[in-house]
């Protein structure tokens, strides 16, 4: 084999190998609802996004700490329990982002699942199915109102309405001066300066399937 093809072979492989991915084992502490420190290290469960630490949540009317409850949950299923990270990113703040397991279970699905996080979209609809279930189910944060953990962490972002409706639907419907009905998604052009106002019929939704069917058209843009 000539040098020429030698050198040729080697940068092919190179191309097909495959990213380098960081793998922790141990025992993990919860930092909060999905985050943790493993060997050292913190890592940021990813796709999903949980209520801050000190975040509290209205539950019947009630005040509830639901970003400390999150956070009980994750430390409940570390609990005694060796743990295993995979990931190959870390995100500006320096945490791994990562999927963990315990005894078989990905955490980051298992806290959807319970209504103990969101599935984060903006970054993976993975847990997308997980959350499905714990908002028909009305689990964990979707029993209760609260401002989503993203607003909650940039209000100077949120507008003036950052609260998100009954069981965390983040779907603004909204009726326009035409007398449109239109819903807007986070991450839109209009989101966070939209208003929800019930008594002019305006309303909050879940799914865009849902918000189509009661004769709202998505926003543009």
Not at 41 to 51: N, S
Not at 84 to 105: I, K, M, P, W
Request: charged share 25%; proline share 5%.
């Amino acid at each position: 084999m000539s040098p020429l093809r030698a050198a040729l072979l080697v940068f092919l492989t190179l191309l097909a190998a495959p990213a380098h991915s960081a793998v922790l084992v141990g025992r993990g502490e919860a930092v909060d609802g999905d985050t943790l420190i493993l060997r050292g290290e913190k890592i940021r469960l990813f796709g999903i996004d949980a209520p801050e630490h000190d975040q509290t949540c209205d539950r019947d009317g009630k005040n509830w700490d639901c970003g400390k409850w999150s956070g009980q949950q994750l430390a409940q299923l570390l609990r005694g329990r060796s743990v295993t990270c995979e990931g190959d990113a870390h995100d500006r703040f320096g945490r791994l982002l990562a999927v963990c397991r315990v005894e078989g279970q990905i955490l980051n699905a298992a806290l959807v699942r319970d209504g103990a996080a969101y599935a984060y979209r903006r970054y993976s609809n993975a847990f997308v199915p997980e959350e499905n279930i714990a908002r028909s189910e009305k689990r964990g944060l979707w029993a209760a109102r609260m401002v989503t953990p993203e607003a909650y962490r940039h209000p100077e972002g949120a507008g003036s309405a950052p609260t998100a409706g009954a069981g965390g639907c983040q779907l603004k419907g909204n009726i326009s001066a035409r007398g449109e009905r239109i819903f807007h998604s986070p991450g839109q052009e209009h989101y966070a300066t939209t208003v929800i106002s019930p008594s002019k019929g305006e309303r909050w939704f879940c799914t865009a399937a849902e918000a189509r069917a009661a004769g709202w058209r998505p926003a543009a843009r």
